[in-house]
């Protein structure tokens, strides 16, 4: 089992910036792509960044040029800095990781960090 704890989540105003956090413990082996996804109230949960472990790195295109996910390895920890926020951004964030357990892979989340942009 892996167990994900996310934490940076906050209130900010428009055009604020904020870095949240998600760190893995337990089975840690196998960690290869971690992401957030956001999910606002009445609305399906979607991607927002990944980043696989060559480094390597998608964002939905509402986010481009505005965040930055990064992974520490060491410490199986994924960020995702947040620049330019807007109203929109508002939403409960959760990072998932993908573990490889040969022969199948197992997806891990954590429990949510609420952002809120206020106009």
């Known amino acids: 089992q892996v167990q994900l704890v996310e934490s940076g989540g906050d209130s900010v105003q428009a055009g604020g910036s904020l870095r949240l956090s998600c760190a893995a413990s337990?089975?840690?082996?196998?960690?290869?792509?971690m992401g957030w996804y956001r999910q606002a109230p009445g609305k399906q949960r979607d991607l927002v960044a990944r980043?696989?472990?060559?480094?390597?790195?998608d964002y939905a295109d509402s986010v481009k040029g505005r965040f930055t996910i990064s992974r520490d390895n060491a410490k199986n920890t994924v960020y995702l800095e947040m620049n330019s926020l807007k109203p929109e951004d508002t939403a409960v964030y959760y990072c998932?990781?993908?573990?490889?357990?040969?022969?199948?892979?197992?997806?891990?989340w954590g429990r949510g960090t609420q952002v809120t942009v206020s106009s």
């Open positions: 998932k990781f993908t573990v490889s357990r040969w022969p199948r892979l197992y997806e891990y």
């Open positions: 337990g089975s840690t082996v196998g960690i290869n792509s």
């Open positions: 980043i696989n472990t060559s480094g390597s790195t």
